[in-house]
């Protein structure tokens, strides 16, 4: 049985996430938890935060048609290196580009590993 999270990648950013994936996002962002992010799970978070103050700034790594849907609503997804983390602050979400066709699983898995421990040391600043 397969179940998918959205259907993004067949009707783009204007897709449909499972509900549960989608209340586990606000609810995270909502509380000001830390959300990490890794390839295209960073298009979930976009459309899950869409309608937010603060539209998400995520790494997508090299999907250029997602990208262009993306850019056509003012989004644009920033492009990192394999081994780096961005960081959205208004947002608290942790992205990375995992592994992608010109990137070496060592380099993948670093920059995996630097995000889980940025998620796992964030503390959000007090208001």
Known sequence: YKRQLSNIGSAGIDGKIVREVQDLI?????RK????????????????LRR???????ALGEDAMLAAQLS??????????????????????FSA?????????MKASEGIE???EAVLEY?????
């Open 123 to 127: 503390t959000p600043k007090k208001e």
């Open 97 to 105: 580009n995992g592994l992608t066709s010109d990137t070496s699983l």
């Open 33 to 48: 938890k830390a959300i990490g992010t890794i390839g295209y799970g960073g298009a979930l978070v976009i459309v899950a």
């Open 26 to 30: 606000i609810g995270m962002h909502v």
């Open 52 to 58: 937010t103050e603060s539209e998400p700034i995520i």
């Open 72 to 93: 056509n609503l003012g989004i644009t997804p920033v492009h990192v290196g394999p081994q780096e983390v961005l960081f959205d602050p208004a947002n608290a979400v």
């Open 114 to 116: 630097r995000l889980l």
